[in-house]
C-alpha cells in the first residue's frame, strides 16, 4: 500500500514563503516522475512542477522563477519550496508520484495566501 503524506501548507500573507513536503511510504520500488498539482475552488486541477527521477524538472508558466521544486530520493520525498506568493496561488496542493507506471495521490494541503 502506498500512502504520500503532504505538509506544510498553512496561511501567508502575499509575498510570503512556504515550503510543501510530500513523503512516499509503502511498498515502493522505485519512484519515477514526482510532482506537484494544485485545484483552486471552481477551477480544475492544474499542473504546478514536476520532476524526474534524474532531477530534470518542468514548471507552470504562472509559477516560473518563484516556485522550485526538488526530491531526495534517499527519503522518498518531494519538495516545493514557494517564493513570493500571490493571492492566486492559493488553492489545495495535492503530491503526486508516478511508480511502475501507476499515480498516486496525496490528501491535499491547503495553501491560503492573503493581500
Known amino acids: 500500500q502506498v500512502q504520500l503524506v503532504e505538509s506544510g501548507g498553512g496561511l501567508v500573507q502575499a509575498g510570503g514563503s512556504l515550503r510543501l513536503s510530500c513523503a512516499v511510504s509503502?511498498?515502493?520500488?522505485?519512484?519515477?516522475?514526482m510532482g506537484w498539482y494544485r485545484q483552486a475552488p471552481r477551477k480544475q486541477r492544474e499542473l504546478v512542477a514536476t520532476?524526474?527521477?534524474?532531477?530534470?524538472?518542468n514548471y507552470a508558466d504562472s509559477v516560473k522563477g518563484r516556485f522550485t521544486i526538488s526530491r531526495d530520493n534517499g527519503k522518498n520525498t518531494v519538495y516545493l519550496q514557494m517564493n513570493n506568493l500571490k493571492p492566486e496561488d492559493t488553492a489545495v496542493y495535492y503530491c503526486?508520484?508516478?511508480?511502475?507506471?501507476?499515480?498516486?495521490w496525496g490528501q491535499g494541503t491547503q495553501v491560503t495566501v492573503s493581500s
Open positions: 503526486r508520484a508516478l511508480i511502475r507506471f501507476k499515480p498516486y
Open positions: 509503502g511498498s515502493i520500488f522505485t519512484i519515477d516522475t
Open positions: 520532476i524526474t527521477s534524474g532531477g530534470s524538472t
